[in-house]
């Protein structure tokens, strides 16, 4: 059912997740009011979309710190007097990582709570986004798969998601790439994580990051991990976004997945992001 806030409109999309949101220019700081009934969108519907919003990577920066302090990305280039902001830039960059369900950053001790993507030059055509939701594919699971995984952990590594081989390709891009796995280590989260808002259950596992469930034998590991990878990204579960330029994706980070789809080369399309960080995983 669509929701109204003063100027602000809330539009859902799907039933797992996804809304749209209009009547809010994000080029202007934002109100309580406004910065209140985005947050509480984002908590209902874990991936807002706006259209129309032209942000410079400043505004882009200023509109994400609403809601958290910005993380700075070891390995993708940034905007240089923003460095908050990512540049995903295919003529520039491998971005493959991003054609793979994940979660960000979950290789850090507290992974994002969510991010800013805008649009600033697309493709004539592809280049979608798809996003996921943990919950809904949580709560779908039957009472003994819920049994099984309460508890449990896994190993979440950077290194899965960028690779020495794609990733270390000059003497610069080498040192950066040792520093970055010397600084992040594989570490641990929960399969199943709690909203620390919401109090919700979600799985957190993804392929980008996760490479095993720790209190399971390696074989047993590899096939809960396959089952949940391809549970959560059951259609019923996901949204795909056909990107317009000046487009804005604000999503929760703590509860889904996404996948940038690579079906547009030779094309190039180029996409900047604040990261928000979030908190421990409990």
Same mark, same amino acid.
């Given at each position: 059912?669509?929701?109204?806030?003063?100027?602000?409109?809330?539009?859902?999309?799907?039933?797992?997740?996804?809304?749209?949101?209009?009547?809010?220019?994000?080029?202007?700081?934002?109100?309580?009011?406004?910065?209140?009934?985005?947050?509480?969108?984002?908590?209902?519907?874990?991936?807002?979309?706006?259209?129309?919003?032209?942000?410079?990577?400043?505004?882009?920066?200023?509109?994400?710190?609403?809601?958290?302090?910005?993380?700075?990305?070891?390995?993708?280039?940034?905007?240089?007097?923003?460095?908050?902001?990512?540049?995903?830039?295919?003529?520039?960059?491998?971005?493959?990582?991003?054609?793979?369900?994940?979660?960000?950053?979950?290789?850090?001790?507290?992974?994002?709570?969510?991010?800013?993507?805008?649009?600033?030059?697309?493709?004539?055509?592809?280049?979608?986004?798809?996003?996921?939701?943990?919950?809904?594919?949580?709560? !779908?699971? /039957?009472?003994?798969?819920?049994? $099984? %995984?309460?508890?449990? #952990?896994?190993?979440?590594? *950077? +290194?899965?998601?960028?690779?020495?081989?794609?990733?270390?390709?000059?003497?610069?891009?080498?040192?950066?790439?040792?520093?970055?796995?010397?600084?992040?280590?594989?570490?641990?989260?929960?399969?199943?994580?709690?909203?620390?808002?919401?109090?919700?259950?979600?799985?957190?596992?993804?392929?980008?990051?996760?490479?095993?469930?720790?209190?399971?034998?390696? !074989?047993? /590991?590899?096939?809960?991990?396959? $089952? %949940?990878?391809?549970? #959560?990204?059951?259609?019923? *579960? +996901?949204?795909?976004?056909?990107?317009?330029?000046?487009?804005?994706?604000?999503?929760?980070?703590?509860?889904?997945?996404?996948?940038?789809?690579?079906?547009?080369?030779?094309?190039?399309?180029?996409?900047?992001?604040?990261?928000?960080?979030?908190?421990?995983?409990?």
């Amino acid at each position: 059912m669509r929701t109204q806030l003063s100027s602000l409109t809330v539009t859902p999309l799907s039933t797992a997740l996804g809304a749209q949101i209009s009547g809010v220019d994000i080029t202007q700081p934002l109100s309580v009011e406004h910065r209140d009934a985005i947050e509480q969108a984002l908590l209902t519907h874990s991936v807002l979309f706006l259209r129309g919003q032209a942000i410079t990577p400043q505004q882009q920066a200023r509109f994400a710190a609403h809601f958290g302090d910005l993380h700075i990305h070891p390995i993708y280039p940034n905007v240089p007097e923003q460095p908050e902001v990512l540049i995903l830039d295919t003529a520039v960059t491998d971005v493959r990582d991003n054609a793979v369900w994940h979660t960000d950053v979950t290789f850090l001790p507290t992974p994002a709570l969510g991010a800013v993507l805008s649009a600033k030059l697309l493709p004539a055509f592809g280049g979608d986004t798809l996003w996921a939701s943990g919950i809904a594919a949580y709560e !779908a699971l /039957s009472t003994p798969m819920k049994v $099984l %995984l309460t508890g449990l #952990t896994a190993t979440h590594d *950077f +290194t899965k998601s960028f690779p020495l081989e794609r990733f270390g390709n000059s003497a610069e891009d080498l040192a950066r790439w040792e520093e970055t796995r010397r600084k992040n280590p594989p570490l641990s989260h929960p399969v199943v994580r709690t909203h620390p808002v919401s109090g919700r259950k979600s799985l957190f596992v993804s392929d980008g990051f996760t490479t095993r469930i720790n209190e399971l034998e390696p !074989a047993e /590991s590899e096939a809960i991990l396959k $089952l %949940l990878f391809a549970h #959560t990204t059951r259609p019923e *579960f +996901t949204i795909r976004w056909r990107w317009q330029e000046n487009d804005v994706a604000f999503w929760d980070n703590r509860v889904t997945q996404h996948y940038a789809v690579d079906d547009y080369w030779p094309q190039r399309r180029v996409m900047h992001r604040a990261t928000i960080l979030g908190d421990v995983p409990f």
